[in-house]
């Protein structure tokens, strides 16, 4: 009787292991023996030594049905094997710790695991665990982060929240509350394990190497820095066009030189987040330093992060003498120096439209 049947590269043992390179290459070296010792007393041990195999990766190798794929797993720095080892168990990374431990001791990582935040995109064995403990192969790969112009700081974290692994949003608010309008709308790459705090530095250097360029004709400016920042986020939520930028910044200095409320509705959007059609009467008395209604001035800081486009139109405005306008429904907006001459633009783009 013939034990095993040469023609045949697949038999149910093989069937079992699948995909699985551990159980697979288990599987083809007992066939190779068993090919070499087909005797009967040969075949039992190595159906034992078979069944052995497969059941210690079903039962301790093989990764649990809740391995947190796509989620960090920390190890942290100082800790023993054994309790790296309940750490990994408790977040669902290996199924025994006391199997952990013996194969960390018998590989010799034990005294050399890397410390840190470990990405996984897909389950895998106690073994790969192991090995990527080791080597300190943290799995971790950049996320492309874009910050939109006008962003403020809220929405910033936001956007961070629904993108990054590990973020706190509520301390990232808390750090960057401060630098509102200077955390620069661009595009970055963050490690998904970044603190709260490197991102509001990365952003905010960013802004200032940004600005350099410009530093030199600002420093012309009877404004401020702050002021400059606070009036570019204006008008940068005002207009898109580059042109119509430079022009709404001729139309806030002439206010601001009159000493006229800047009365713009995107003020709204930051105290309220209420555009220009859903602003009611009452809204318009709402009392807040950053209500330009109300207040006559520039707000007390930046109602988002302007862009390059913004700052440098504030700083080159085209000089007019309009006091008032509007945007059309095609998004053409139509300047007056009148209020009499506003309100016919008014009934002629708006109200008859």
Known sequence: MELYDNNKETDIFTDIAGGNNFLRRLILRIQRLWQVHANRRTA?????????????????LRPPSDF????LVTIEEGK??????????????????MFMNALAKLYNIDRNIHSGDYLFKEPVSMLEVIKRLGSGAFGLEPVTVRVREGSTVVKIADMLDA??????????????????????PDTYYFLPNISESKIVGA????????YAGIAQHAAQSAYSLHEIVTLASIVELEASKYEDRRKIAGVMYNR???NMPLQVDVSFVYIMNKGTFDITLEDLKHESPYNTYVHKGLPPGPI??????????????????????????SGVT????????????????????
């Open 163 to 184: 993108k990054m692994l590990k973020f706190d949003r509520e301390k990232f608010i808390a750090v960057a509350s401060k630098h509102e309008g200077y955390l620069f």
């Open 44 to 60: 039992i041990i190595i159906f034992i030594l078979l069944i052995s195999g497969i059941s210690s990766y079903l039962l301790v």
């Open 304 to 329: 988002g992060s302007p862009s390059l486009a913004s700052l440098t139109a504030v700083l080159d405005p085209i000089d007019n003498d309009w006091i008032f306008y509007l945007a059309d429904s």
């Open 80 to 97: 023993s094997l054994v309790e790296i080892s309940v750490s990994l168990k408790n977040q669902g990374v290996i199924r025994n710790t």
């Open 256 to 258: 601001l030189a009159v």
């Open 334 to 353: 139509h300047y007056s120096v009148t209020y009499k001459e506003h309100l016919r633009k008014k009934r002629q783009y708006i109200d008859n439209r």
């Open 203 to 210: 952003m905010t250097d960013n802004f200032h190497k940004q």
């Open 68 to 71: 947190p794929t796509n989620n």
